[in-house]
């Protein structure tokens, strides 16, 4: 953090600016569907950043451009001063060490074969790691409200819940600097949610994160987020601190989402 005039100033730690994206669809007749319109937002050092929008709003899309898994039609993406649309793969694979993505159905990301503690290690000797970092496993479990003795099981032993668990402690193993989550509640029930809650604080108290998080859950995002960004058809409406956001909301579309939530 640098103080600025006086005045402490947060550093973005991602930069998305002017990001369009759009597809070709119809095999005779070719029609571009356009997916993200001119998204442009930071996301601040340390900060945890909700995502929000119905289904189809381009959430996913936006994650996918920045974690470079699908191209974009034009606009930067800046992680730490450096253009990740610019970088060559050797030096992507670098950047994604740093920025790691819990996908919406992680469960098929671990092999069924492997017991999950070598799922666990699986990432520690791929990155190849110092061996020293198996001993956080324990510590990891514990954060994420995971019994020790699911170690020695299977990926079929374990519930939907457990799973995505386990799957972000793969992740936080790595110690990403930006955790990107897309939908982690999409196959939880609503009292998993609450454990979500108390495990996203569990993180922060203990790794130095930045999260993009991103769900159709307004009442998750209120309880974890410093931010919301609200998307719409492709577009990014506002993006507000989160007691702004519910208190004044600037766009139509905002105040029928926070009323839909209030009603519910
Ligand atoms: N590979 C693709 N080809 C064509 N259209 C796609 C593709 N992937 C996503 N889309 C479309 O992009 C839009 C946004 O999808 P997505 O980013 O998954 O939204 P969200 O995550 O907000 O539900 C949807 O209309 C979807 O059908
Ligand atoms: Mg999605």
Not at 143 to 155: G, V
Not at 228 to 247: A, D, S
Request: charged content about 25%; aromatic content about 4%.
């Amino acid at each position: 953090m640098s103080v600025v005039g006086g005045m402490f100033r947060k550093m973005a730690i991602l930069s998305v600016k002017h990001v369009c994206k759009s597809y070709k669809t119809g095999l005779i007749k070719k029609k571009t569907k356009i997916i993200l319109q001119d998204i442009t937002f930071d996301v601040q050092e340390g900060e945890v950043l909700g995502l929000t929008g119905a289904s189809g709003s381009g959430k996913s899309t936006l994650i996918r451009c920045i974690m470079r898994l699908t191209p974009v039609d034009s606009g930067t993406i800046i992680m730490d001063g450096t253009d990740l649309l610019q970088l060559s793969p050797t030096d992507l694979r670098q950047s994604r060490k740093v920025m790691q993505m819990l996908f919406q159905n992680p469960a098929s990301a671990l092999n069924p074969r492997k017991t999950i503690r070598e799922s666990l290690a699986e990432p520690i000797l791929i990155h190849q790691l110092p061996e020293a970092t198996l001993k956080e496993i324990p510590g990891i479990l514990d954060m994420l409200q995971l019994k020790k003795d699911l170690l020695d099981r299977y990926p079929h032993q374990l519930s939907g819940g457990e799973l995505q668990r386990i799957c972000l402690g793969r992740l936080l193993l790595l110690r990403p600097r930006l955790l990107l989550l897309d939908e982690p509640t999409s196959m939880l029930d609503v009292s998993v949610q609450a454990q979500i809650i108390e495990i996203m604080r569990n993180i922060r108290k203990e790794y130095p994160i930045t999260v993009l998080f991103v769900s159709h859950d307004l009442a998750l995002l209120k309880a974890v987020c410093d931010r919301i960004g609200v998307m719409e058809q492709g577009k990014l409406l506002e993006l507000q601190p989160v007691e702004e956001l519910f208190q004044h909301p600037s766009e139509q579309y905002t105040r029928d989402l926070i009323r839909a939530f209030n009603d519910f």
